[in-house]
């Protein structure tokens, strides 16, 4: 029987696969049924900063609103436990996963500034959470702030979380820098103990009747593997931190590429909005029987069998398989060219 367990920022995972931020551990009941189905460890939809920043405001708006009305005003404000505002509906629901759930349970915080996210990562924790994840989506609209500034921006906002929780914090990055392996190593210098790869940038479309933005969520299809196959390649046996894949992992076989580029987890999200618990299930099973037919009796032995550590010059064998796959393609058959 092959042994699944991993270690995944500090923590044992009775197996590698971790249901990803999502609106899928909203519910309770809802988590325990994919932690039953095979989950490893589960993330909670991310606090957004700007959520957060909204809410705050519209709570101060209501109660300025009233105060002063008239010399007993105060008196009839409702009491502020009443509402839920900020990090408070996240916090009870990560207290309510601990108490139901038998793995892991990681908190997460999506933003650019370092702002009050120390304050909530705090509250997280304390509510519980074994973990932080810190989804780092920040696009680019100033023509005047550089690539440099930002990548320094997001490494303070880091730093300033490592420095106030006392639970590993690791990092959702996108695809988008210029060196993916110099930004991680400068993510280890700061604290960081994990890196996830990759978020998904929701790109939305233009309604051509309304001059509208059309926004619909498109889920993830195993095509948007490779893209993470090789940054985990890349990385794997070249730094101590916890690697993480995320997006394009909807099979057993998708889950042992992760592995054997090098992770130590691999996130789902999508898969099981599309598919439900039962998905999770298959794709444990198929990951097992990946392992046990190729020999791996665990794991460790897997992961990175396949990682560019192995080869002697990653950069020239990274060009070669480019010029290979260029000259790979033919056309079919009966194909005019005009």
Known sequence: ?????????????????????????????AARRLVDAGAGAVVVHSLFEEQLVADQLAAHKFFDNYVDTNAEARSFLPDT????????????????????????????LNGSTPGGW??????????????????????????????????????????AVVGTVTVPVSVKLSPFYASVPSFVARLAKVGAAGVVLFNRFYQPDLDLETLDVHRQLVLSTSAELPLRLHALAL????????????????????????????????????????DGPQRLSMIHDGLVDFLDGHGYATVSEARGATALDRVADPHGWERLNYARLLKSWEPRAGRIDR
Request: charged letters at 20%.
């Open 1 to 29: 029987m092959v042994d699944l367990s991993t270690d995944w920022l500090g923590l044992r995972l009775r197996n590698p696969l971790v249901v990803g931020a999502s609106p899928l551990c909203d519910d309770t009941a």
């Open 235 to 274: 990385l794997h046996g070249r730094t101590s931190l916890s690697l993480a894949s995320s997006g394009g992992v909807h099979s057993g076989t998708d889950a042992a590429k992760a592995l054997l580029c090098g992770a130590d987890v691999v996130q789902m999200v999508s898969v099981l909005l599309h």
């Open 118 to 159: 120390t304050g909530f990562a705090r509250d997280l924790v304390g509510a519980g959470a074994d973990a932080i994840e810190l989804n780092l989506y920040d696009v680019a609209t100033d023509l005047d702030e550089t690539g440099e500034q930002i990548e320094q921006r997001q490494l303070e906002v880091v730093e």
């Open 81 to 108: 436990d009443v509402f839920a505002v900020g990090a408070t509906p996240t916090v009870r629901q990560i207290e309510s996963l601990k108490r139901e759930l038998d793995v892991p349970v990681v908190a997460s």
